[in-house]
């Protein structure tokens, strides 16, 4: 069953204040967890070794308690000593005995009675043996008094009866109680042992414990602080040698998280810079690479009709030529001035591009007859080419500027023949696809290679086939193509395999999907920058 909602809600208040907690915090809380585990330990350790002490003391008390008792079955055997020397010989000195037990055994009782105070049985024996003992130290005086006055009746005295069973009695009664405080020892001896194996056994289970909480603690501040530095030192390291792409787990207390985090954001920045730096690096190269191959186009692009106008009109200059000669000369001289304005204009085009200035007059366009006039204009530029023209069943309006479209379609062509160099058909169609006019060129040539399709509508790029076959151009016609339909709110893209041909496709907006350029309908003469 799972636990209450306040339960829940607490346990995630707990874990949300351990993580927002700092590491100092952190280590504080250890720290003291770690000293409230030792007290503990210490504190049961101090409680095993007060129980061995108590033990011990008991053991001793039993000890102490036999030889106090055996002090005073000495004193006892004194006083029946010097009464029967003196009874025997009558002289005084043997008395000496006699009076040094009756000095000393007041004290001595006393100091029983006193260290039996523990134990009921043999506290009631200690009080009947000290009585005992009075008694016949009381009984002892007499006789010693009577001797005094009456030295006759020594051997009688010496040798009486009564006084020999008192003794035994007395003597009984010290052997039943050394016996019973000799087992008491015994008892207690063993409890002392078994306390101590206990004392030994918590000393060691505490001592161990002790190592535990320390380690647990030392092992946690490893954790927590040593090992996140030394990682984050080993990140580093890697992000010296140049591998950005190390990271940190974020999960470290405090001050560590957040030097994790910034050690992250750090890293990721520098990584993005790295990044950025080699993508202007690959742009700059790229862009070296593009202005070499635009000298080298331009050049060539340039070269060979500058030399067709000088060479002719040098023709014309030194020469008396025929008015039908110098007509085709001239003729030959306009077609290349053609070719330069082309460049030229392509030129200027992409540059009004790069600085978003292109211009397109909007008029509506029918589409059918645009391609049949760019069909008709590039049939003639290529015996070896047939050009097809599927228009669209019903008349296909767009609202555009005819001039861009015939370019863009013009490109298409122009590319769709020279990339034909064996000839073959080069088929045009156009359709209504919902409220989209579409159109297609297809070839039968050379095909885009896999590796250059991403790059087709890079500025000057050609490839290794235009080059290799020396086909003319300058690698903008494509670029000039798309920024022009995009322009018109079109799209423009591909399909190709090499060694089998391409088909270039283009959407545009038909006229009735266009309401944002039917506005010009009534002024086409708007003007609208790219």
Known sequence: MSGSPSATGG???????????????????????????????????????TGLRHRSLEAR??????????????????????????????????LAPWRDAHNRFPAATQRLVQLTG?????????????????????????????????????????????????????????????????KLGEQRDNRASRTA?????????????????????AVYVNRAVARPVRLAADAAASIAGGDFSGRLETNGPGEVGRLERTFNTMAASLERTLADLEERNRTLVESEQTKGEL?????????????????????????????????????????????????????????????????????????NALLAAQVT???????????????ADDPLVVYADRDRLAQVI??????????????????????????????WVHDEGLGIPVEHQQRIFTKFFRGDVGRERGISGTGLGLVLSRQIVEAHGGEIGFESAEGEGSTFWLQLPAAAASPGLMATRDDPEARHGV
């Open 11 to 49: 346990n995630e208040q707990r874990r949300s204040w351990w993580a927002r907690s700092g590491l100092a915090v952190r280590i504080a809380v250890s720290a003291t967890l770690v000293g409230v585990g030792l007290a503990l330990v210490f504190a049961v350790l101090f409680l095993a070794i």
């Open 61 to 94: 008390h039993s000890q102490q308690v036999i030889a106090t008792a055996n002090q005073l079955q000495t004193l006892v055997i004194d006083l029946e000593t010097g009464v029967r020397g003196f009874a025997i010989t009558r002289k005084p000195r043997y």
């Open 118 to 182: 523990d134990n009921a049985m043999q506290h009631e024996r200690a009080i009947e043996i000290k009585r005992a003992i009075e008694r016949y130290f009381g009984d002892s005086v007499l006789v010693v008094d009577f001797l005094r006055r009456n030295p006759t009746f020594a051997p009688t005295v010496a040798t009486a009866q009564p006084n020999q069973q008192q003794v035994e009695r007395l003597r009984s009664r010290f052997a039943t109680f050394l016996a019973t405080e000799r």
């Open 197 to 217: 194996r206990r004392a030994l056994m918590v000393g060691g289970i505490a001592l161990g414990m002790a190592l535990l909480l320390i380690l647990l603690g």
């Open 295 to 367: 000298v080298s186009n331009v050049s060539h692009e340039l070269r060979t009709p500058l030399a067709s106008v000088l060479g002719f009109s040098s023709l014309m200059l030194d020469r008396d030529l025929q008015p039908e000669e110098m007509r085709r000369y001239l003729e030959v001289i306009r077609t290349e001035a053609r070719r330069l304005a082309e460049l030229l204009n392509d030129l200027l085009d992409i540059q009004r591009i790069e600085q978003g200035t292109i211009e397109l007059r909007l008029e509506e366009v029918d589409l």
């Open 377 to 391: 204009l590039y049939s003639a530029q290529s015996a070896n080419h047939e050009l097809q023209l599927d228009p």
């Open 410 to 439: 013009g490109n298409l062509l122009s590319n769709a023949i020279k990339y034909s160099p064996e000839g073959g058909v080069v088929e045009l169609s156009a359709s209504l696809v919902g409220d989209e006019a579409w159109i």
